[in-house]
């Protein structure tokens, strides 16, 4: 049959189209590939030290062997299966020994508190010595940086000062380099301009310092029902990202300020909340393929006390972390050190309970889409491809799957570090 369009109908009516998709794709251009933290630790700034992240992951290490001394005794701890204890346990030890900590924030905030001016001076400018200590002994973790106060009209000046003082002093410590994986907190944002600032600040303090342009990122906090649903009516979480002109890394929940804002109850204000999975959800549906990382807030239940009292709480914080995770955050905040065991105990067990079935999957998904490819046949489901990968790419990056296990699905070492399951397909095709 003959096509009643011709090629010139049918290209003057797509023309419009291109535009639209090229601008989907720059607003959207898929999670980013490299590794998130699953956690972030924080601390009172008047209490940072460069051992820091060494001293939470000892601390760690005596509570497991205290309160869940062999698997039988984690397993009870947390409602897990011997069989699943046995295997989540050694790599919670493992991974307490050899990178405790994943993300450190020195807290200049709620956990720090308002106090003279010369009193948090002081303690800006010896927090960066201590933090250019742990630079020069390659002990900072991964990820690491600070929290400001936020922008508000009473505390703006003081955190312009702080984090002036921060850098300065940091960078002149370390003989101008910046130490990898560095990222700024802005707590409390409740309009756009409250990124704006921080951005603009940034762009002068680069320059002064020797820093390239854009080296200095932050991450925002949802705190205040503000920040979800602005004075519009519309989600306002993208305006504050927007606002941030391309500095902006990730948005975290930060559940306790953000349910006493809808008028909750101390006693009901806790991270599995309704009022939480809605902001959640707000943040998720409009900064989801935005590369921006999405992160779940803290347990505030401390692990204290008695063998039962600490199991207590770490059923209850692994609840959390189970429901974050459910829930597509694979981020959330730690308070106390012996919450450690009970985060990676939640994570590794998370994933290690899927991984028989993701492991067959993602091998018979990566066989059919290789052939697809290799016969001339389109295969057009490379997002589920790449969400099977991702399972396995978080839980290499955090310790829950060995290399051994992810490379059971027939993947190789090369392939895997491609974080791309389009690349995978691309050179399984020109084999």
Known sequence: ???????????????????????????????????????????????????????????ALRA???????????????????????????????????????????????????????????HAVGCAREAAQAHARSSLPPFWGIRIKPMTEELRARSVRTLDLFLSTLLDATGGALPAGFVLTLPKLQVPEHAAALADLLDVLEPGLGLPAGALRFEIMIEQTQAVIDAGGRIGIPALVAAARGRCVAAHLGTYDYTASCGIAAAHQHMTHPACDFAKHCMQASLAGTGIWLSDGATNVMPVGGREAVHAAWRLQASHVRHSLVGGFYQGWDLHPAQLVARYAAVYAFYLEALAAATARLSNFVAKAAQATLVGEVFDDAATGQGLLNFFLRGLSCGAVSEAEALATGLTLDELRSRSFVAILAGRRGR
């Open 1 to 59: 049959m003959k096509a009643s369009l011709t090629q010139a109908e049918i290209d003057r009516v797509l023309a419009p189209l291109r535009t639209a998709n090229l601008a989907f794709s720059a607003r959207y251009p898929g999670d980013r590939p490299d590794r998130q933290p699953i956690h972030t630790v924080y601390g009172g700034a008047q209490l940072f030290k460069a051992d820091a992240a060494a001293k939470l992951g000892a601390h």
């Open 64 to 122: 497991l062997e205290q309160h869940a001394p062999d698997a039988a005794t984690l397993a009870h701890a947390f409602g897990l299966t011997e069989e699943l204890a046995a295997q989540v346990r050694p790599r919670i030890a493992s991974k307490l020994a050899r990178e405790p900590v994943e993300d450190l924030r020195v807290d200049f905030e709620d956990g720090y508190g308002v106090r003279p001016d010369a009193e948090e001076d002081g």
